[in-house]
């Protein structure tokens, strides 16, 4: 699809516009709709965009595997760590009160790291996912 | 309804994976319809966009026409008797948006009441999915990786001695 010059330029023109959204689901997602899982989705689907228009191997060469792989265990341990670290701070395990000296601040600080790593999961294992298929495809 | 029925009867796979998209998207405007942005949100997304794809990029490794085959009628019985069941079933339930059903009186106002002091986050979604219920989207998130993780030795992972 790399000869379609209409494609090419109008995913150029939505892929930035697409990845400020899911940013904006991402850290909007406490006052409005939307929250990590979402913005994790929608910034799969414009890496995806990325690799339906301009093939695979450029895609490949954007966002490196081992970037994915890594992102999708790190996502995982962020969400994780943030229930150690309340323990460490003498809460209970994912008891956000723990971890600022105000409760409120403490589940403001929780929530964020948390959809922050949600988010980079399932990101990392979207994109990862549907690299795996299209590869498998080609071969 | 229809495109569900149109999924089940035709036999062009490309058409039933375009068709199928159609209805995610049907089915995200109803969530809207129904006051629940975020879910329909996760429908638009997932369901329309990316199983999308990663049905056609499935699709690329079978023939684009199911094979008619032979009319089975045990498994049309069973569907058919289920479903029936399920309709029974939905016949006890409460009216929908009642305040005195049992959905409202248990934990929920708890939450909508007490959320914006003890968390002060404005969207009750958020802070019952991500605080409340933490433990749950952690399973969640752990469920995605663990998901991924599988498709990628299964049908990814090179062993060293083959890579290009």
């Avoid at chain 1, 940013?23 to 989705?41: D, T």
């Avoid at chain 1, 589940?107 to 990862?128: F, R, W």
């Avoid at chain 2, 319809?33 to 690329?60: C, K, N």
């Amino acid at each position: 699809m790399r000869d379609v010059v209409i494609l090419r330029v109008v995913a150029k023109f939505l892929i930035p516009v697409i990845m400020l959204f899911a940013l904006y689901v991402q850290f909007h997602g406490e006052l409005g709709p939307g929250g990590a899982f979402q913005a994790g989705v929608i910034l799969a689907s414009a890496v995806i965009l990325h690799m339906l228009v301009f093939g695979l191997e450029t895609t490949r060469r954007v966002v490196p595997v081992a970037w994915l792989r890594v992102g999708a265990a790190l996502g995982t341990l962020v969400y994780g760590g943030t229930g150690v670290a309340a323990l460490l701070r003498g809460g209970n395990y994912l008891d956000y009160d723990a971890l600022a000296v105000d409760p409120v601040a403490g589940q403001h600080l929780g929530i964020l790291l948390i959809e922050l790593g949600v988010g980079l999961t399932v990101a990392s294992t979207m994109v990862l996912l549907v690299f795996t298929f299209a590869e498998r495809t080609r071969r | 309804m229809l495109t569900a029925l149109y999924v089940a009867l035709s036999r062009d796979l490309l058409a039933v994976i375009m068709v199928f998209s159609a209805n995610s998207l049907l089915a995200a405007g109803m969530f809207m319809v129904m006051d629940a942005p975020d879910v329909g949100f996760t429908e638009a997304a997932v369901g329309a966009g990316v199983s999308t794809i990663l049905m056609l990029l499935a699709l690329r490794h079978c023939p684009r026409h199911e094979r008619p085959g032979r009319r089975q009628w045990l498994p049309l019985a069973v569907v058919v008797v289920t479903g029936a069941v399920l309709v029974y079933g939905t016949m006890d339930l409460p009216p929908v948006g009642e305040p005195g059903n049992p959905i409202h009186l248990h934990v929920a106002p708890r939450y909508l009441q007490e959320s914006g002091r003890e968390i002060g986050v404005p969207n009750v979604v958020t802070s019952v999915l991500a605080s409340y219920r933490g433990f749950d989207t952690l399973g969640e998130a752990i469920v995605v990786f663990t998901a991924g993780l599988g498709v990628w030795l299964l049908i990814g992972a090179r062993r060293r001695d083959e890579e290009p």
